[in-house]
Structures are given as C-alpha cells and as structure tokens.
C-alpha cells in the first residue's frame, strides 16, 4: 500500500529503503516514522520531571487582592505528590492506556494495553532499523487497543506518546502529508470535527486491495496530534466498503478522552 522510510534514514540522506512495510491482516500498511530530527530536548525534559516532585512555591502577593481562592489543607494520610501537584498534572502524565477508546458494545476485543517498540518494530521490515529509529527518535511508550466486528471489520487504535510535542509533530504531519497521494490513500482525505485540518484527518483508501480468491479490503486511516501525543487508527473492511463517517466518529471520539 505504502513505501516508507525511518526518520534517521531521511536525515542521513533520503534513500529509497525503509523500514520496510507493515503488515496488518491481509493488508500492507506502512508508516512513516517522522521526515526530519525529531527535536529531543532530554535535559528540558529532565528538568520538568524533577519540578514536578517538588512541592509547589508560594507564589507573590497578587495585586487583586480579594479574589476568591479555595481554603487551604493540611496534609493528611491521602496526601500523595499526585493531589499536592493536582492543579499542573495533566492527565497524559498518567496511565494513557485508560485514554484508549472503549471497544464498541458487540465487538470482539482483540486486546489493549502497552506496547514495546520491539514489538511495534516486529511488524516492519526492517525491524532492527525500525526499533532504532523509534527509540532514538523520541517515541516514549505506546498504548493500544484493537477490536473485530463480525469477522468483517478490524480496528487499530494506538496513542503514540513522544518524549515532547516538537517529535509528536514532525510525526504527525510527516505522515499526512504522505497520505494524499496514489501509492497512499489516494484523496486528500476530510478534517476530524472540532480539530484543525493540519492536526488531525481521516482518508478512506480510494481503491479496495484486490486479491485473487479473497474478498477485496478497503482501509482507512486516521491520524491526528495532542500536545506530545499522536493518534492513530487502522480501519479495513473485508468486504471492500468503508463508512466514512464511522471512522470519522471514531476518531472524534478519541480524540475527546485526551
């Protein structure tokens, strides 16, 4: 379906080898894995953990001074880190397998939780150039889930968390702006409700993979970023049709739990 190279490659020199095609089903489904130096900031990201251990700092008087603020609490026996620094925790800080989309009522739950990039790299090629381009390249965990409906529809979905928003990004857009063409998706795709076009789209394959004694499989893809998080969700039909909309709807919805 796709041909595709690893970030580092394309910083050394773009060459036509990759990190080889990805293989879901019966169908070939490549990744793109960022198109430039994904900016790893390893010190300012050190930084941010070791402040977020630290107890808050009194801030200065404020000049209004009659503005309503909540009473203040001793620490007890349920005061943890966590509700001391509750106000500047973001819920992406925590456990992001429970921000996956539940599994639609009806459908067969293939699985969910946290992948390794080993494993997220075994699917390619090239695993070895594949696992060490995710790794050096920023990629910090991934959670995933995958779903199967009567044996026709089969559903991806992973929240690819990067060490910051810079690799997220870089990921992202390098990705769609693949998508659009003949070898990819083949149209220039739709906007997911609420989120900019440039940080969030959904294609439907133009034309349906075609395999002698085989039902023809038609996918599509959806692909969109929050802060230092990429979302994205594999759909195929094994009966060559694809409702835009419910991959749309998807999407929106997941991208509504980050």
Known sequence: MQHEQTASELREQTTADGAGTRRRGRRTALLIVGGAALGILAGTVTGYAVQYGRPPTPLPPLAQQKLKAPKALAPDAGTTRETVNANRRHKTDGDISKLLVETPGGAKALGAGYQSLDVFAVGFEQPDKALSSFAEDGVRRIAATAWSQDDRVFVDVRLIQ?????????????QAELMPRKEYAGNPGVAIPGTPADLGHVWVDSEADQKPGYHPVRGARAIARRGDIVMEIDYFDNRGKVAESDVVDLAKRQLERL
Do not use: E, I, K, L
């Open 162 to 174: 990067f060490r910051d928003r810079t690799g997220a990004d870089v990921y992202q857009h390098a």
